[in-house]
């Protein structure tokens, strides 16, 4: 069983970045590898939208909102996936969710972590 823990979420102005970490337990730095990682987020009202993917092979995709502001990466050494978010909006303000896909075909996430981003 895979445990994905979130942090770095917080209030933030306008403008203002954060850094979102997530760290997998219960996997090892090689299956972790195998995984395609991705960020997801929801905001109050709306469905749960995927922010950022970053696959085994470390190819990058994000949603339109996202792109040229955020960057996903990945440490398979310490089993994290990070999310770099700059140029934050008030429209950036959900719970923000690590999912871990495995070749397996097990889908982990993470218990979420608030960013609010005030105006």
């Known amino acids: 069983q895979v445990l994905l823990v979130e942090s770095g979420g917080g209030l933030v102005q306008a403008g203002g970045s954060l850094r979102l970490s997530c760290v997998a337990s219960?996997?090892?730095?090689?299956?972790?590898?195998?995984?395609?990682l991705a960020w997801y987020r929801q905001a109050p009202g709306k469905q749960r939208e995927m922010v950022a993917m970053?696959?085994?092979?470390?190819?990058?995709s994000y949603t339109g909102s996202a792109m040229g502001r955020f960057t996903i990466s990945r440490d398979n050494a310490k089993t994290t996936v990070s999310l770099q978010m700059n140029g934050l909006e008030p429209e950036d303000t959900a719970v923000y969710y690590c999912?871990?896909?495995?070749?397996?075909?097990?889908?982990?996430w993470g218990q979420g972590t608030q960013v609010t981003v005030s105006s």
């Open positions: 219960g996997t090892s730095p090689a299956i972790f590898g195998l995984s395609t």
């Open positions: 970053i696959t085994s092979g470390n190819s990058t």
């Open positions: 999912n871990d896909f495995t070749t397996l075909g097990y889908d982990y």
